[in-house]
């Protein structure tokens, strides 16, 4: 296991926080290390994906290639992640991710986190509860964007970076407690 | 029929008729009309609606125009992101043409969510499959628009 329990729950509470280290265990040996060098590129859009990350150090940015024009959305580092859609349903890759720095990551693929599900339910529950609160949480982001004076359009694609996965959402919503 | 029709959509395919069978008896299905509202934005939710046969609008109001987000069809689950996070409805969803649907009341929902069974934790992965495909349509629809596609 390349990382400790105890450093991984701190970096993604959110998804681990609730975890203790008999717990998270099998989350992490589900989990590979994907180093990375600066420039490399670790998903294509458009290219087949069924593997999230999980930043461990270093930075990478998240692009988006229209006609004529490619776009980064947003810089994830330690403690974010990306790439949570095709873990769940694996298809093409929406955005390109290209390492800005060197650093390291946490890769579980759908696979994996399939046998976490079968072997693992205690452990699986926990972290998909975690990736659905955050999925949850972006479909508010842009369901209220909707309606906001940018007239429901990000003012610019960087603004997008509020509904990609992982980040720490700029004026994040804090629904009303029935 | 209920459970025919909830065992044929994609969000349930791994589910077993057994399991099928205890999601229907959860929810209550019923038919309806072209134009019903279904889901009023700003209401605080109170169940689920599987869309069985026929399609919902998803839309809100900008501006005084109602500007529609999506267009669910069978198989989708309506209606989650209220009941997750306990806030209001984001928008309006409101039946196109004659259909069918099915409705889990918030309480049946969130002891699905609280419980340990195995049910419960297929049921959570579907609500996160339902929640991936939402997130990656309106994402493509956002990034569409702002890079003026």
Redesign the interface.
């Known amino acids: 296991m390349p990382i400790d329990a105890e450093r991984f729950r701190a970096l993604f509470p959110r998804l681990c926080g609730s975890l203790n280290d008999a717990a998270l265990s099998p989350l992490l040996e589900s989990m590979r290390p994907r180093p990375f060098a600066a420039g490399e590129r670790l998903c294509t859009q458009g290219g087949h994906s069924a593997r999230a990350l999980f930043i461990l150090r270093g930075a990478v940015d998240v692009q988006?290639t229209?006609?004529g024009?490619t776009?980064t959305?947003g810089t994830l580092e330690a403690g974010a992640w990306t790439n949570?859609?095709p873990l769940?349903?694996p298809g093409p890759a929406?955005f390109d991710v290209v390492a800005q720095t060197i650093g390291a990551a946490m890769e579980l693929t759908y696979g994996d986190l399939s046998a976490l599900?079968r072997d693992h339910?205690?452990t699986?529950?926990v972290f998909?509860?975690g990736?659905?609160?955050d999925?949850?949480?972006?479909?508010?982001v842009?369901?209220?964007?909707?309606?906001s004076p940018s007239?429901?359009?990000?003012r610019?694609?960087r603004?997008?970076t509020g509904?990609l996965s992982g980040t720490t959402i700029p004026g994040a919503?804090v629904?009303?407690?029935? | 029929m209920l459970d025919s029709l909830l065992g044929s959509q994609w969000l349930f395919d791994d589910f077993s008729s057994r399991e099928i069978a205890q999601i229907a008896g959860a929810m209550t299905e019923r038919v309806v009309y072209n134009g019903e509202v279904l889901m009023l934005a700003n209401e605080?939710?109170d169940r689920l609606l599987v869309v069985l046969e026929g399609s919902v609008e998803v839309s809100?109001?900008?501006?005084g125009v109602d500007?529609v987000?999506a267009l669910l069809g069978p198989g989708s689950l309506v209606g989650?992101?209220?009941l997750?996070?306990?806030?209001?409805r984001?928008?309006t969803c409101t039946a196109r043409g004659k259909g069918r649907v099915a409705e889990m009341p918030r309480d049946a929902f969130d002891l699905l969510q609280q419980s340990?069974a195995?049910l419960a934790?297929k049921f959570?992965?579907a609500?996160?499959?339902q929640?991936?495909?939402?997130?990656?349509q309106?994402?493509?629809g956002?990034?569409s628009?702002?890079?003026?596609?």
Not at chain 2, 84 to 88: E, I, K, Q, T
């Open positions: 988006v229209a006609p024009v776009v959305l949570t859609i769940i349903e929406e599900r339910p205690n699986a529950r998909l509860g990736l659905i609160a999925l949850s949480h972006r479909l508010r842009s369901q209220l964007a909707v309606g007239g429901g359009q990000p610019s694609a603004e997008a509904w919503i629904p009303e407690e029935s | 605080r939710p809100k109001v900008e501006d500007r987000l989650l992101v209220a997750l996070d306990r806030g209001r984001a928008a340990n195995p934790d959570q992965y609500v996160a499959r929640l991936a495909h939402d997130v990656k309106m994402t493509r956002l990034l628009d702002a890079l003026g596609e």
